[in-house]
T-cell receptor, first 115, second 114 residues
């Protein structure tokens, strides 16, 4: 069975500061990894995903995440956050088995950006 | 806007009742997923349908059932409702069976059981 651990339930930062949201996973098979973001009163939106290839993946709004197989981690980083980045961030893992897949989410990390 | 629509946005009902949540996937997507989001359990996968057939089951209670119709919209039926069923229910869709596919989420249906 697969599981995802997001080590911080809440991360407060000041605007323009760097941030790292931590995610560790466990799975017995090869995985795909995702970060989703949920703004208040909205559904989840994909931020970025790792399928294969380069272990560093980037989003269009400045976030990046690095897949580390030996540490089973997929931490999300941004060098300089904005107020508008305030949201809940979910790490998720999917394993590809024959014919179907399931997406397992972590508990989420609330990123609170203040001026 | 993800292209996934869910109705209704809010639903308030009483214990013991039965409700139906509806989801229309993005145009062209064949896979539909249902998730439950609550404060204590987080985001839990319930069930997946692909092109009308059930493909995967997660932590879905026996009181809950779902189906996907020929036009690919899906309904989640919740019966004998309990207070603990109060949650946000999300539908998501993807183009194929999943794996590395991006799942696009709807805005959710907030269910309150009184």
């Amino acid at each position: 069975a697969q599981s995802v651990t997001q080590l911080d339930s809440q991360v407060p930062v000041f605007e323009e500061a760097p941030v790292e949201l931590r995610c560790n996973y466990s799975s017995s098979v090869s995985v795909y990894l995702f970060w989703y973001v949920q703004y208040p009163n909205q559904g989840l939106q994909l931020l970025l995903k790792y399928l294969s290839g380069s272990t560093l993946v980037e989003s269009i709004n400045g976030f990046e995440a690095e897949f580390n197989k030996s540490q089973t981690s997929f931490h999300l980083r941004k060098p300089s956050v904005h107020i508008s980045d305030t949201a809940e961030y979910f790490c998720a893992v999917s394993d590809w088995r024959s014919g179907y897949s399931t997406l397992t989410f972590g508990k989420g990390t609330m990123l609170l950006v203040s001026p | 806007d993800s292209g996934v629509t869910q109705t209704p946005k809010h639903l308030i009902t009483a214990t013991g009742q039965r409700v139906t949540l509806r989801c229309s996937p993005r145009s062209g997507d064949l896979s539909v997923y249902w998730y439950q989001q609550s404060l204590d359990q987080g985001l839990q996968f319930l069930i997946q349908y692909y092109n009308g057939e059930e493909r995967a089951k997660g932590n879905i209670l026996e009181r809950f059932s779902a189906q996907q119709f020929p036009d690919l919209h899906s309904e989640l039926n919740l019966s004998s409702l309990e207070l603990g069923d109060s949650a946000l229910y999300f539908c998501a869709s993807s183009a194929t069976l999943g794996g590395g596919d991006t799942q696009y989420f709807g805005p959710g249906t907030r269910l309150t059981v009184l």
